[in-house]
């Protein structure tokens, strides 16, 4: 194998371990942050501004079911690493399916941790502990490994995009405060960092190898 290929993959498994580890934390300091200060003035004018998109609370239900429960949990991550499978690269099928696993566990540990009360106007059920936003971690989640696995400029614009529609979905409904939204991207995005980080030589071996003879 190319010495410079596999220096230039262990730079790139280290600045995604350092990056993920780094958002992680930044999610428990926000965590702590809004558990202290109980009434954040910024959660609480975007509680109220969102309600005046309210003709919209029809997409954001549906959203409501896409990025969440069981469809979120089960059928994406195994959809995805079906569909990856097929294409003949298990190890990014594997990527996917220990990313959402990982992200879906960073984020029980802080609802568990931090058990932070929802907005009183929520139209959803929801499980108990605002912060961090599941929905919202699926959603960063699901576009850091696309881009790990697809690295095209329009793929991390579609997965930026899908994070903030996300996000916004998920005040919209009042299901979460804003903040909540913010330390849901840092732990989704986090930990598929970290996990990327742990399989980037054999996904990118993987990417190159069917690049090569495609």
Same mark, same amino acid.
């Given at each position: 194998m190319d010495a410079p290929v596999d220096d230039e993959r262990l730079t790139t498994a280290l600045q995604r371990l350092v990056t993920g580890v780094l958002l992680v934390a930044a999610a428990v300091v926000l965590g702590i942050l809004v558990t202290v200060?109980? &009434? =954040? *003035? %910024? *959660? *609480?004018?975007?509680? $109220? +501004? +969102?309600?005046?998109? /309210?003709? %919209? &609370?029809?997409?954001?239900?549906?959203?409501?079911f896409l990025g969440g429960g069981w469809f979120a949990t089960f =059928?994406?991550?195994? !959809? !995805?690493?079906? /569909?990856l499978w097929a294409l003949r690269r298990?190890? !990014? #099928?594997?990527?996917?399916? =220990? #990313?959402?696993a990982a992200s879906a566990a960073g984020v029980q540990v802080l609802k568990a941790v931090f058990g932070r009360a929802r907005p009183e106007d929520m139209i959803v059920v929801s499980d108990h502990g605002s912060f961090p936003s599941g929905h919202t971690a699926n959603a960063a989640t699901i576009a850091v490994v696309a881009v790990v696995l697809f690295p095209r400029v329009w793929v991390a614009v579609v997965g930026g995009a899908w994070v903030f529609v996300m996000a916004f979905s998920r005040t919209q409904v009042h299901a979460h405060w804003f903040s909540d939204t913010v330390g $849901?991207? %840092? +732990? $989704?995005? !986090?930990?598929?960092? +970290?996990? #990327? /980080?742990?399989? @980037? @030589?054999?996904?990118d071996r993987e990417r190159r190898h069917l690049s090569s003879v495609g």
């Open positions: 200060e109980a &009434d =954040v *003035d %910024l *959660d *609480d004018w975007w509680n $109220g +501004v +969102v309600s005046l998109f /309210a003709p %919209l &609370d029809p997409v954001a239900l549906v959203l409501n =059928v994406i991550p195994l !959809g !995805g690493a079906a /569909a298990p190890w !990014g #099928a594997l990527f996917v399916l =220990v #990313a959402s $849901g991207a %840092l +732990v $989704g995005a !986090g930990m598929a960092l +970290v996990v #990327a /980080a742990a399989l @980037t @030589t054999r996904v």
